[in-house]
């Protein structure tokens, strides 16, 4: 009797614990959210204060996550030290690049252990939400400004962002915590009202923004939503060996269009037109810049926050190509296996909802190809979803 007295005493400490820690890190992920997304404000850039409260917010929150992972991950002192020599490597990385998003990523990745992703999305879709709301407020009462830039005869709006197409990706994003969160809904009315909801909520952000890659995203997104209704095709052998070589295309695809791209070939052209001149400026990185072991810092000179004309204009803006030339060969392949490896592990799960959750993790990942945000865990929590590489019990 007393024995089990203790070992009910001992459950009972060890789920407090858990509890603790599961607050611990929502509370730091909340905190970094916030972080991430008023840095690509008009806050920071009109109100200098905002600069240390985004910097100030994310070393507490990074802090945070740490002492969860020591102290409530339940690791052997074995596990500790590998995370910790991969992230000194990242670390290094980080230092180079001037870039922290992969070491970022990394950190909370590892204090997600034990916490469940649908809690994640969760937290992801109303934070997310919730800064979007006061910036857009913000905007529209004249306490931020609302840039607006000219394009092929429209007018493109960033709605108190850095830049259009700034907007077009965090509302995105919100959309893709909020189809993870429901992914395994099954009511008819919920998934009909989700999917006309992204499409409709993507065809606004190109009217409004006038951003083709994220309107093509959300297409493929409100898609995915319809899963149930073409389950059979999920757990085809072939559909499923596709998926899983996404991340293998994506990443061959980074460095074939950094090192293949010819501006006279006409296929290469158009192409390079469809991705809105993002080829280009990633060759000439290519040429420019050696790849590096732990990165090199590049300097770039972007259109957004500002609507001054901006001399000499040049911009990395892909994720995979960002991680590639400015954090180096080590992060880009480290994020490689990452995303391969976790993509083979949840593909045997035989799960179809699995299945729909990687190809949204495939749509992500072909946004990040357009935009700067996918290895930016504040705005894309679908790279939660490589936590299954370290394993809720024991090993990595």
């Not at 992801?124 to 931020?144: A, N, R, Y």
């Not at 409100?222 to 994506?250: D, G, H, Q």
């Not at 090199?296 to 000179?301: R, S």
């Not at 946004?367 to 490589?386: K, P, Q, R």
Request: charged share 10%; proline share 1%; net charge positive.
């Amino acid at each position: 009797m007393k024995g089990c007295l203790i070992i009910l005493k001992l459950n009972k400490i060890k789920n407090n614990q858990q509890e603790i820690g599961k607050a611990l890190f929502l509370l730091s992920f909340v905190i970094f959210i916030i972080s991430s997304n008023l840095r690509l404000t008009m806050f920071p850039v009109q109100y200098q204060m905002f600069v240390n409260v985004c910097v100030g917010l994310e070393y507490i929150s990074i802090f945070m996550c740490i002492i969860k992972i020591i102290f409530f991950n339940d690791s052997s002192t074995k596990q500790l030290l590998i995370l910790l020599f991969i992230g000194i490597l990242l670390a290094i990385s980080a230092k180079e690049a001037r870039s922290h998003d992969v070491l970022n990523a990394y950190v909370f990745i590892c204090g997600s252990r034990n916490i469940g992703l649908k809690s994640i999305f969760k937290t992801s879709f109303w934070t997310m939400l919730s800064i979007l709301v006061i910036t857009i407020f913000s905007s529209k009462f004249g306490i931020l400004f609302n840039l607006a830039y000219f394009r092929d005869g429209v007018f493109r709006y960033s709605l108190g962002e850095s830049y259009p197409t700034v907007l077009s990706s965090i509302v995105f994003f919100i959309c893709t915590s909020f189809v993870c969160w429901h992914i395994k809904n099954t009511s008819k009315k919920f998934i009909a009202i989700t999917c006309l909801s992204v499409l409709a909520v993507g065809f606004f952000l190109y009217i409004l923004t006038n951003t083709r890659n994220d309107l093509f995203c959300s297409i493929m997104l409100s898609v995915v939503v319809c899963w149930r209704y073409y389950e059979k095709l999920l757990k085809n052998s072939i559909f499923k060996a596709t998926i899983v070589m996404m991340p293998t295309l994506i990443s061959l695809w980074t460095i074939l269009s950094a090192y293949c791209y010819k501006p006279t070939s006409k296929v290469w052209y158009i192409l390079n037109d469809i991705f809105s001149d993002r080829l280009m400026y990633v060759s000439v990185a290519s040429h420019r810049f050696p790849l590096k072991i732990f990165g090199q810092y590049i300097a770039q000179q972007g259109n957004g926050s500002t609507l001054k004309q901006v001399t000499n204009y040049f911009f990395i803006d892909s994720s995979f190509s960002r991680v590639l030339f400015m954090n180096g060969l080590f992060s880009f392949v480290l994020l490689y296996l990452a995303l391969q490896l976790s993509f083979i592990l949840i593909i045997k799960q035989n799960k179809t909802f699995y299945a729909a959750l990687l190809i949204i993790f495939v749509v992500t990942m072909i946004e990040g190809t357009f935009s700067t945000m996918f290895t930016i865990i504040g705005f894309n929590a679908t790279l939660f979803m490589t936590k299954v590489l370290i394993n809720q019990n024991k090993g990595i």
